[in-house]
């Protein structure tokens, strides 16, 4: 056994045994080494030894496993729908700010130069944020819609209602619908507060705390933010969710999903040969699942909007 002072040694039968016989005279410690040339050779661990430590190890890896992949989930859903509606749009307008002035600085602009500022274009995006939160039974948090000229392909909704979507989109739609159809997953994010549980997964407790006593500017707000912006994505389940109650608002309002699958086929196509698109758009799971609900969805309903009305929408950044 290893002696815990120099010159001596201590000696056992086994390592299950925990009796030690204690030698410190020098002269016998130094016969018996002569005696005993592998005294000091470390004895071979015992058949099983590694068992405990699998045992433990395994267990302490399946604990972080289920905190991060249930109970904070789980915890950030609750959360999210007991965090006031003030703090909510709080964190919401310091959300938008942080993403403006992320996207104009890769421009090199100033962030008032990329807000696209058409008024006909608003008014029309406007009415049809309206149409389609009339047509639910639920109250859906709504703030304001801004658009950002940007060739980048995005809509993404944040805490409080605030919308943005970036005019690289209006490129991408044949159709009004099509972007009636986002704008329409995008209320079915807000309506389940989808935006408030992902900044509470990503920054967790301290940045619910931060809202909560108004610091909105410290770092674990800004950390959270930063992790939205380079592509924090929902899981599966949420844009399921999304997805059914974007389809539920569209054909409750009148409106025909059907162009929606032509702009998912262009987006996955975008996706392939662009691996700068991001958002909502291009990290949404299971395209193929996606398309298929569209499809059963039916032909039925309506223009989203006139034409007049979407000509001012895709202009509104010129």
Known sequence: NASLLQGEVRLSVSAEDEARIVIDDLAFVSHLRGLCPKLRKRRANAVGWWKPYLFWGGGAVASVALILFFILPFLATQIAFLIPDEVENTAGLKAKEFFIEAIAKRQRKPAAAIICTGAEGQESLNALIT???ASSDEDIPFTDITVLNTKEVNAFA???GHLIVLSGLFGLVDDPNG?????????GHSQHHHPMQLLVSNAGMASVLSLVLGDVSGGTFLLAMGQMAI????SRDIEREADETGVSLMQSAGFDVSPMILLMEK???KNGEDQGVSSMLSTHPGQEERQARLVAAGRSGGP???RDAWTS???MCQ
């Open 267 to 269: 987006l996955q196509k």
């Open 179 to 187: 972007i009636a159809g986002v704008l329409a997953h995008e209320l």
């Open 158 to 160: 944040l805490p409080g």
């Open 131 to 133: 149409a389609l939160r």
């Open 231 to 234: 592509g924090a994505s929902y």
């Open 313 to 315: 929408i895709k202009t």
């Open 304 to 306: 989203a909007m006139s």
